[in-house]
C-alpha cells in the first residue's frame, strides 16, 4: 500500500526567509503524480503546486518550488521569501491508479514570523 | 463561479441520529470524493464516484454510505447512525476535464460534524 510520510509536525520561519519541508512516500507505481496542498486557518485547501513522476524536471509556482528525487521517494518543497499569509498547515498527497486517490500525510503546520 | 459547495457548513448530532452531506460541483468534473479530516492527521477518503451512477470505497468507508445520481454534479455522503467516533470535518473533492483522474481536486470549504 502507498503511504506518505511528513517527518515535521511543525516548523517556523521569518518573514522574507526561505523554507523547505519535506515528504517521502513509499510506492511500487511508476506512473503517480504528487501534489503540496495549502490549508490555511480557514479550512479551504488550496492546490500549491503538481509534480508528474514521469518528468525530471522540478515544478515551480512563483516562489514555490519541488525536490523531486524519484529514486529516493522524496519530494520536499521550497517557499523562498516566506509571506505571512503563507501560515498554514501544508499537506504532501499522492495520486494513485486511474481513479484519482489521494493519499495524504500527515501534515506540517508552518509559522512564518514576522 | 462556486466550484464546490458543501452543505452544511456546521451540525451537530446525537448519537444514533442520521443525516446527509451534500456535495455539488460546478465544473461537469467526472470524479468526486469524500473524506475526512481529524486532528494531527492529513485527509483520508471515505468513499469516491469515478462517474454517474457509480461509487467504491475508500480508505475508511466503515458507517457511511454515498450516492451520486444521475445528476452528475450532486455526491452525497450519509451517515445512517452517527457515533461520536465520527466527529470530524469532512471534505468533498472533484476533479476531471483534460486529462481526467489525474488532474488536481478542488475542494469545498469543508463541514464540521460534532457528534454527541
Known amino acids: 500500500a502507498q503511504t506518505v510520510t511528513q517527518s515535521q509536525p511543525e516548523m517556523s520561519v521569518q518573514e522574507a526567509e526561505t523554507v523547505t519541508l519535506s515528504c517521502t512516500y513509499d510506492?511500487?507505481?511508476?506512473?503517480?503524480?504528487l501534489f503540496w496542498y495549502k490549508q490555511p486557518p480557514s479550512r479551504q485547501m488550496i492546490l500549491v503546486i503538481r509534480?508528474?513522476?514521469?518528468?525530471?524536471q522540478n515544478a515551480t509556482e512563483n516562489r514555490f518550488s519541488v525536490n523531486f528525487q524519484k529514486a529516493a521517494k522524496s519530494f520536499s518543497l521550497k517557499i523562498s521569501d516566506s509571506q505571512l499569509g503563507d501560515t498554514a498547515m501544508y499537506f504532501c498527497?499522492?495520486?494513485?491508479?486511474?481513479?484519482?486517490?489521494?493519499?495524504f500525510g500527515q501534515g506540517t503546520t508552518l509559522q512564518v514570523k514576522p | 463561479n462556486a466550484g464546490v459547495t458543501q452543505t452544511p457548513k456546521f451540525r451537530v448530532l446525537k448519537t444514533g441520529q442520521s443525516m446527509t452531506l451534500l456535495c455539488a460541483q460546478d465544473?461537469?468534473?467526472?470524479?468526486m470524493y469524500w473524506y475526512r479530516q481529524d486532528p494531527g492527521m492529513g485527509l483520508r477518503l471515505i468513499h469516491y464516484s469515478v462517474g454517474e451512477g457509480t461509487t467504491a470505497k475508500g480508505e475508511v468507508p466503515d458507517g457511511y454510505n454515498v450516492s451520486r445520481l444521475k445528476k452528475k454534479q450532486n455526491f452525497l455522503l450519509g451517515l445512517e447512525s452517527a457515533a461520536p467516533s465520527q466527529t470530524s470535518v469532512y471534505f468533498c473533492?472533484?476533479?476531471?476535464?483534460?486529462?481526467?483522474?489525474?488532474?488536481?481536486?478542488?475542494f469545498g470549504d469543508g463541514t464540521r460534524l460534532s457528534i454527541l
Open positions: 510506492t511500487s507505481e511508476n506512473n503517480y503524480y
Open positions: 473533492a472533484s476533479s476531471g476535464g483534460t486529462g481526467g483522474w489525474n488532474q488536481p481536486q478542488h
Open positions: 509534480q508528474e513522476a514521469y518528468k525530471q
Open positions: 498527497a499522492f495520486l494513485t491508479g486511474n481513479t484519482g486517490k489521494l493519499i
Open positions: 465544473m461537469n468534473h467526472e470524479y
